[in-house]
Every structure is written in C-alpha cells, then in structure tokens.
C-alpha cells in the first residue's frame, strides 16, 4: 500500500515534469527559435565545401584532410556560435512570455517555481541538443559537397562524428547553467545577454592559459582542440585532462542551477 | 528635439552603462594582452600602432560589433516591450525621424566606446613602447576609418532590430551575423566590405589605393540601409 502511494507520488512528479516541459514547448512554438538553431548549421558548412581543397595543403601536420574538414568546420561553431544560440535560447525562454504579463499568471498558478525553472533549462538543453543535430547532419551534406566537388572521400564514420558533437554538447552543459544563472538574475534581458556574449569572445585565448579549467565558456572548444591534438602534431594536447575540469564543471553545474532555481521569479513577485 | 526625447527615453534602460561596460571591455583587450606578453610585442620592429592594431583589434572589433548588435536590441526591446512603440504610432512624431533619432544615439554611444578603446590603444603605447616614437594623429585616424567601417553594420543592426518584436529574433539575427562576418576573409575586397565583416578592416592594412573605395562604400550601404528602413516603414502594413 505506502509502495504504491511512493510509486504513484514519484510518477506524479515524473509526469509533472514532463507536462511541465511539454508546456514550455507549447510556449515557444510560434517563437521561429526554429530557424535561429538551422541558419547558421546550414551556412557554416556552405564555405568549408567550397573551399574544400585548402584540406590538401595540411601535410606539414600530418592531419587527414576528412579530419581536417570535420575539425575546421565544428570549430567556428563550437567556439562561437553554439554558445551564442544558448544565449539566444536563454533570452528567449525568459522573454516569450513577458508580453501582456503573461509570467506573472504563470507564477500566480500552483505551480513549484523550481520545478518550472528546471524546466525551462531542460527545454534549453533540448534546444541545444537540436541544434547539435542540425550540425551533425550538415556536416554530411557538406562533407558529401565537398567529396563531389575535390573527388575525395571527405565522409567520416557516423560513430566518430556523433560521439565528437557528444563531447561538444556535454562541454555545454556548465556554460548552460552559469548563462541560465545570470538570465534569472539580471533582470534586463540585454545585459544578461551581452555580458554572456562578452564573456564568450575571450574563450579562444583562455583556452590555451593554463586557467581554462576554471572558465567554462572554453569547454566546448577545449573538447574539439582535443581531438585536434589526437588527429595532427604538435597542435594541442591529445588527452583531455578531467582532473581539474570535471569538479569545476560539475560545481558550476550544481551552484548555477541551485541559485537559478531559488531565484527564479523572486523579482517580479516581489 | 527626437534626439533629446530619445536620450530621455533611455535613462533606465541600462542603454549608457551597457555601452560604457562593453567600450571599457573592448579596451581592456590590449592592456591586458601587451601586459601579458609585453616581449613578444615589444621585440618587433614595425611602428607601436600597427602592432597593437595586429594583436588586439580583431577581438576588440568583434566586441565592438556585438556591442552594436546589444545596443541596436535594447533601444528598439524599450519600444516593442511593453507595447509603448503603438503609442509613438499614435502620437504625431514621424516614425522616420524616430529611426534616424535612434541611429543618432546608438553612434553617439559608439563613438564614445570607440574612444574608450583608442585611449586604451594609446595608453599600452606610451607605456609598453617607451623608446619609439608614437604618430597619434595616424592612431585617430585609424580610428575614425573603423567608426566609418562600422557605420553599415549599425545601420543593419538598426534596421533588424526594427523589424522584430521579439527580441531573441533580432539578437539571434545579429548574432549570426557577426558569426558569418567574422568568417570573411579579408583577401576578397569587395565581400570583406560587407556589414559585420568590414569592421575587421584595419586602416594599415588595407592599400592606400583602396582606402577612399572603402569608404564609400561603407557610407552607400549605409545610406542604403536607411533607405530600406524608410522603405519599410511606408509599406509595412503589407507585411503585419
């Protein structure tokens, strides 16, 4: 009997988080975050396949040029524009409904404000895992442009693909946290936005101090230099250090979350 | 008189401080970049400028861009937010005026983080290059060369941020803009002149021959883009 009230008290909160996220889709169905996810995974691959054979010209790295077409392509995204379109998701989970005070009816319901942010960042990371998808299968068809276009077999193995963008978008999920973190907090949607896209920039130059573990804006890009290293000498280092990383990130995770949760609509029912 | 309503618009906004806080980040670029490697730069043999140019200015442009793309979303989220750009339709101010008294502000506050940063350039050249001699007039005029190369990209800015409502349409367009104008390389002279990659341009480095084609060309798209924007505003009920 108590079994079954636990089962049906955990399937209840189960089902809650599902409908609460379910919800969250509805939301931002006629938000065109559609679009904003598949442009850039389209046009970053349409240049790397045309200028496919500047691939050939890396034998002073001894790097593959498929190798090399998968890395050079992931790259721009990984360090800029997949955390870009997280701050782009963030600003839009925050603001698709503050038109006509639409949040505040959300927060008069009876409904536990953690939950609903966590919610909220779990439709975030969805958004993200979507557009790892995009860029996953772009990548094939500029990879397959570009085998058309040099007469070379610039197609790599699904396994090796996928579990690359794995690494990328596991590398995202601190980052998600802090960027949701600042979102909840600052309470002007450009400020957080632009200090968030601020903080992105410098990632290129701290990835290669010996402070990034500490800054996880460089993560996703820190990953894909990785397998950089593994695939040509002499560029970066070939094993990926957990040590410091993996308790940092997983702070970061837990604190940005935890502060997101516990603040989450405290200014407007202030 | 749009120009000071504009100004007062935008008190509480965050509008001034998110340009003071962008120009101050952009300008600690070389500070701290020439403090951390003070011999690597300090060793070559070219003028002070054109080194700090070289090293910084590629980070400090594309921050700069995304400073305009911030501050173009902001100015226009105010309006659309709270549904107070209906009430300007009613009112009888001409809604032309109101776009070119925006694109006032924004490059009024671009010129001052633009400021911020030449004082920051000038700064790491005085200290870090003591023992050579410092052209400051070539210095402000490399300056004003990039507030033209970014003319058009602000007028764009503007000109999407007017179109959208929702403000993670016209950041996420700006976004991505600046992502595939950060990916034009400067060997091809026309298509590195187009918004969002022509900042990248760096007087210096651009040929003398070149220099006055340059410019004109950023001032014709930039009229261009405020001809679109008066385009648009005469037609959009068409559109919504």
Redesign the interface.
Known sequence: MNQTIQSAKSEKTATGMISLIQIELIKIRRSHIFWILLIPAVMMWIPSALNANVNFQMDDIGIMPEHNFFIQGFMGMAWFMIPAALIICTVLLNQTERTNKGFLKMLSLPVNTGKLCLAKFLVLLLLMAVQMMFTIIFYYAGALLASRLENYNFVLGFPYVAGGAAKIYLAIIPMAALFWMLAVLIQTPVFSAGICLASVVPSVLMVNTRLWPFYPMDYPFYMLMTEYGKQAEHIFSTEIQWMPMLPVAGAVTVLGLLVACVRFGKAETR | MIFALELKKLRR??FIP?FL??GL?AAA?PLINTAVRTETFSGLPEEPFPILMDANWG?MA??TI??VV?GC??IY?TEY?D?GALKMNTLPVCQTSLFFGKFSVTLLLTLLALSLQTASLIFSGIHWFPDKSLNLWEMIQDMGFEIIMLLPTLTLMLFTASLFQ????S???G??L???G??IQEDHLILSLIPFAAPYRMLHAVSPADISSCILACIIQTFLFGIMEIIYLHTRRIFT
């Open positions: 906004t965050g998110i806080g962008g980040t670029v980070l594309q921050l995304l400073l911030c979303c902001l989220h937010a549904r929702s403000m993670w349409l950041l996420g367009t976004v991505i600046t992502f595939l950060s990916m």
